[in-house]
Nanobody, 123 residues
C-alpha cells in the first residue's frame, strides 16, 4: 500500500532554515507528481510546492517563491522541501502528498497524504 512518511520538522527561529523529507513506498514514485501542502491553524490547506515525476518542472505560490525549494531523488523514492528564510506565518503542519496519475498540481488532485510534520517558526 502507499506510504508517505515525513520527517525534519521542528522549531526554528525567524530567518532560519529547515529541510523536510518524505520517504515514499508502495507505488512507482517517478511516475507521479508530488507536492508539499501545509495547513496552518484556522486556515485552508495550501499547496506550497509541487514537482513533476522526473523533477523537470516545479510549482510554487508567491508566498514561498524564492524561499522554498522542492526536489526529489527518484533513486531513493524520497521527496524534499528546503525551506529558507522562514517566517512566523510559515508555521503549519506540512504534508507530503501524492497526486492522482496524470493530474495537474492542486490540493484537489491529491490522492494520498502523509501523516504530517509540524513546523513552528518562532523566536
Amino acid at each position: 500500500q502507499v506510504q508517505l512518511v515525513e520527517s525534519g520538522g521542528g522549531l526554528v527561529q525567524p530567518g532560519g532554515s529547515l529541510r523536510l523529507s518524505c520517504a515514499a513506498s508502495g507505488f512507482t514514485f517517478n511516475a507521479y507528481r508530488m507536492s508539499w501542502v501545509r495547513r496552518a491553524p484556522g486556515k485552508e490547506r495550501e499547496l506550497v510546492a509541487g514537482i513533476t515525476g522526473a523533477g523537470e518542472s516545479t510549482n510554487y505560490p508567491e508566498s514561498v517563491k524564492g524561499r522554498f525549494t522542492i526536489s526529489r531523488d527518484n533513486a531513493k523514492n524520497t521527496l524534499y522541501l528546503q525551506m529558507n528564510n522562514l517566517k512566523p506565518e510559515d508555521t503549519a503542519v506540512y504534508y507530503c502528498a501524492k497526486n492522482r496519475f496524470g493530474t495537474p498540481f492542486g490540493v484537489r488532485h491529491v490522492e494520498y497524504w502523509g501523516q504530517g510534520t509540524q513546523v513552528t517558526v518562532s523566536s
